[in-house]
């Protein structure tokens, strides 16, 4: 008799939740709700979800209790059962109340509102360590309220399965609600301190590039505008590019060569959103400094995308919460290839100082390339100087970091006319003749 053989486990399909959205239309006070729902769509198939139906309610504003009022919530409970939906998804943020409240009246179903949505999204695509600590600093802070409500909807769950609940989570709710309380708490103090420290690191890197004189871009947009792909098309870099919601969350940085020879540093920041939660701008705001500190943010566009409009709002919302108005700014709109030339022309009357470019197809850029180098050039001096042969250091700098006019090799040493940086004038200042006009 020969012995059977054991087969491994084997995973014969992954599961996917089956999701029903749910949108509000308040009328011309929003988006309209075909492209909340789109949008929610998006960000949905991006977690990982199958969407089986929606369900939309014309409200002015919130019904208390919850949201959508308990006639439709009802409504969602009962297409929820004939779809077999397994997970409840709402395009705004619910009150720990308001959603407890729905739990009870959509049994057995998860019940996710856009924060969450997208603090899951942000979970599965964080790479670095900063950039998990920051998503679990969401995470823990967004849950602590709710923390009643997930005890309730265990014990709920635990009835239904029969009744008895299992080892380790018998005995009395209350105690281990407060303990799980001031664990959460704990752990959210943890995190901030973790993310001070990664944040003083990065602080460092940010004050050696600042020292350095290099010039600072930074692509902002919203999300899936194409700012990795005009980053790598630039830069020839490797970052991730995606044709999801969020592909990138961690900043990219890479050094950028301009026409002229002058390198400047391009960093890829994470996209924003409509409705993007207050609480992911306050965690990312470590993250996000790349965007206050730079010395020109370029705002990429999705020139093809129907919303494209009201996106730029959407953007324009962020930067201010992150007090980034001052900052020069140059409207780059991407994936003109996919738009026709009628509209492209009417685009360019409406923003003549904009460049057009497709980073997929490398066109425009060339443009692009000679605005930042504009940009770049607007802080520089122009200067004469003549370095003694023993700061052999300096004339490297200025082949490096600075723009050559002329050179001349004299008895006393490089005689140079170059237009530097102004955070380099200081370094050439005791060798400096007289001064040309920049």
Known sequence: MTEAKTKPYEVVHDFRDRAILVGVDRGQRGWPIEADLAELARLVDTAGAEIVGSVTQRLDRPHP???????KAEEVATLAEQTDATL??????LTPSQQANIENLV????????T?????IFALHAKSREGRLQVELAQMEYLLPRLRGLWRHFGQAAAASGGALGIGTRGPGETQLET???????????????LKAVAAARDTQRSSRHRSGVFRVALVGYTNAGK????????????LVQDKLFATLDATTRRLELPEGRIVTLTDTVGFINKLPHSLVEAFKSTLDEVREADLLLHVIDTSHPMAKAQM???????????????????VYNKVDLVEQAELGQLHRISPGAVFVSGVHHTGLDELLDKIASEAAHGDRTLDVLIPYTRGDLVRLAHEDARIISEEHLEDGTHLIVRVPTAYADAFGEFEGEEEPG
């Open 65 to 71: 209790r919850t949201f959508i009022g308990a006639g």
């Open 88 to 93: 409840v998804v709402f395009d705004d943020d």
């Open 107 to 114: 049994l057995g179903v998860k019940i996710l509102d856009r």
């Open 116 to 120: 969450a949505l997208i603090l899951d």
């Open 180 to 194: 799980d309380r001031r664990l959460a708490r704990r752990r959210i103090q943890e995190v901030r301190r973790e």
């Open 228 to 239: 990795s792909t005009l980053l790598n098309a630039l830069t020839g870099a490797d970052a």
């Open 313 to 331: 709002a959407a953007v324009s919302e962020v930067l201010g919460e992150l007090d980034v108005a001052a900052t020069p700014q140059l409207l």
